[in-house]
């Protein structure tokens, strides 16, 4: 009997248990649909358009720190209906990664915490009846407006590289470099005599994390998930190059990781060949500035990126680089009302001696998003007193070279090797704001370690190219 009961609750605390795991990991909405007022009733309307690391961070701040506030209304209008967790893309090249896992969903997440969304294509602002215009002549008002419409290549007017590199700025981007490689080899798989150089020769662009990380993806791909599936062709015989302008890779980290970094691209015989400028990319070779040219079919620009061209339609102040200028607040200075924050703003940085802004990062734009939410939530409430000079705190970088090793700087401390490859995969698990994301990210990773992933071109032929 005892033992009937002690089995009993044993059983009931695991239901309870399991019922309160599954409320954590499903927080409900902060209204039912019955009572969600529309946007446009709030006395107070706050519009957020875009909703990646700026913008989502800072409608989240806002919604957060207004849950016992029934005057301020939040609406989010992006592009896209997810959030890219740009850390992970470059994983999706060799399939380490998942893009549903780094394609997190908007929606889920805004309305939980109490905003609106909608998804459209910001076209332009009426400044004067404070609304702003998206597709199909819609108009949305508002009392505050955030923008934080992100960044996008910059080729710099290199001729070719717009018609003839593939780049990295999205997912699909990703997606499509994976394809490319795939694509490559069942056509080498097909030829019979001899294979041209340049279809198995890939040349990544830029020496910054995206294009190091890209260069060590692609390495990953050819030689531990595509080598097995392709016994006809030598995985060796890929060339993977990395080229960089200006003296060394990874301009941002010390020198001692940068070290480490070239040690690993070596190992992974990716050639990497610094102080060298790209001048020209063609349908099959990349011209370097002295004359040399490599034989290439397959190039990938990572080498620069600019405020995202769709601000320069909305009649507001833009520095030299495009970014929108703002002052101390985050404000677009003589636009009461109107902030701007992420890669399509130009923020000075009060603590970089070189007087160079603050830099277009993730970590960057979570900061301006939480500091933006107060400013905004002070200037709603007339206290002038309480807006805060914006001051960008760098927590470090982290830059992963295949799925066992990365090089980190988190806060001063310095460290590479697999060690470092655990932090990189932690840190940004931790970072994953859907729950479903980070579940399944984790259980791939386990997976990962007992079976090799399979990896396939789901696209046709015609869309990759
Ligand atoms: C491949 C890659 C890897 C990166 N890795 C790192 C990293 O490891 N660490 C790091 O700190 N930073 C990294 N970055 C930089 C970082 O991603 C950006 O600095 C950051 O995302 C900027 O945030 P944001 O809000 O300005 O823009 P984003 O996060 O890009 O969000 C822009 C939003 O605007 C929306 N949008 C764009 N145009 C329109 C329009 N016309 N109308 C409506 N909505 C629009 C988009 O849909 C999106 O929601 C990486 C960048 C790239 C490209």
């Given at each position: 009997m005892g033992r009937l009961l002690k089995g009993g609750l044993a059983a009931g605390g695991a239901v309870l248990a399991l019922g309160a795991l599954r409320r954590a990991l499903n927080p409900s909405p902060r209204y039912a649909a019955w009572e969600k007022p529309g946007y446009e009733k709030f006395e107070k309307k706050v519009l957020v358009v875009?909703?990646?690391?700026?913008?989502?961070?800072?409608?989240?701040?806002?919604?957060?720190?207004?849950?016992?506030?029934?005057?301020?209304?939040?609406?989010?209008?992006?592009?896209?209906?997810?959030?890219?967790?740009?850390p992970m893309v470059a994983g999706i090249?060799?399939?380490?990664?998942d893009t549903r896992n780094v394609a997190q969903p908007l929606r889920r997440a805004l309305i939980t915490a109490g905003a609106s969304f909608r998804r459209a294509k910001l076209n332009g602002i009426d400044h004067e009846n404070k609304k702003i215009k998206v597709d199909d002549g819609l108009e949305f008002p508002y009392d505050h407006l955030i923008i934080s419409l992100g960044g996008q290549p910059n080729f710099f007017g290199i001729p070719g590289v717009e018609e003839?590199?593939?780049?990295?700025?999205?997912?699909?981007d990703a997606e499509r470099i994976r394809n490319r490689v795939i694509e490559r080899f069942e056509e080498v798989s097909l030829m019979r005599g001899d294979i041209p150089e340049s279809k198995l020769t890939f040349v990544v662009i830029g020496g910054g994390p995206t294009g190091v990380e890209v260069a060590s993806e692609l390495h990953t791909l050819v030689h531990e998930a595509l080598a097995p599936d392709y016994p006809n062709i030598d995985s060796h015989r890929v060339r993977i190059f990395l080229i960089e302008g200006s003296d060394d890779i990874l301009q941002?980290?010390?020198?001692?990781?940068?070290?480490?970094?070239r040690t690993r691209l070596a190992n992974q015989h990716i050639e990497v060949k610094t102080g060298t400028l790209a001048e020209e990319v063609t349908a099959n070779c990349v011209r370097l500035k002295g004359g040399e040219e490599i034989a290439a079919e397959n190039v990938i620009w990572t080498a620069g990126n600019r405020p995202n061209v769709a601000i320069n339609d909305l009649d507001l102040p833009v520095d030299e680089r495009n970014g929108i200028k703002v002052d101390s607040y985050l404000q677009v200075a003589d636009y009461p009302g109107i902030w701007a924050i992420g890669d399509c703003a130009a923020i000075h940085n009060v603590n970089d001696e070189n007087g160079r802004g603050v830099p277009p990062t993730a970590q960057a734009a979570s900061q301006e998003g939480k500091a933006v939410a107060k400013n905004v939530l002070a200037a709603i409430d007339g206290r002038e007193e309480d807006l805060e000079e914006f001051e960008y705190k760098p927590m470090g970088q982290l830059v992963e070279l295949g799925s066992d090793f990365a090089v980190n700087e988190v806060m001063g401390i310095r460290f590479s090797g697999r060690l470092a490859a655990i932090f990189w995969r932690l840190a940004y698990l931790a970072r994953l704001s859907s729950p479903q994301s980070k579940a399944q990210q984790a259980a791939d990773w386990i997976l990962g370690l007992f079976i090799r992933p399979a990896v396939t071109q789901v696209h046709s032929r015609k869309s990759e190219e």
């Open positions: 875009g909703g990646g690391f700026g913008g989502f961070t800072a409608a989240k701040e806002i919604c957060d720190h207004t849950k016992d506030r029934e005057d301020i209304g939040v609406l989010v209008i992006a592009k896209d209906n997810f959030f890219t967790f740009w090249v060799s399939s380490d990664i003839h590199a593939l780049h990295m700025r999205g997912i699909e941002e980290l010390d020198p001692v990781l940068r070290r480490a970094a």
